[in-house]
């Protein structure tokens, strides 16, 4: 998958929040996503992303 800093990702699971879409903040072999909902901030591994997007809103 591209994905690049600054894009809005659909994830199939609703945060706690209830928000579903996430910024990236930072990639690699680990993600920084945040919440777009509630501005709450968590690293994640590109495996685990990858296999939980929904959609990329690419940025402009």
Do not use: S
């Amino acid at each position: 998958m591209n994905i690049q800093v600054g894009d809005v990702v659909r994830l199939k699971k609703a945060h706690p929040c209830g928000g579903h879409e996430w910024e990236v903040l930072r990639v690699g072999a680990d993600f920084r996503i945040k919440c777009l909902g509630c501005g709450h901030q968590v690293m994640i591994a590109r495996r685990l992303l990858e296999k939980n997007i929904k959609e990329i809103k690419e940025k402009a």
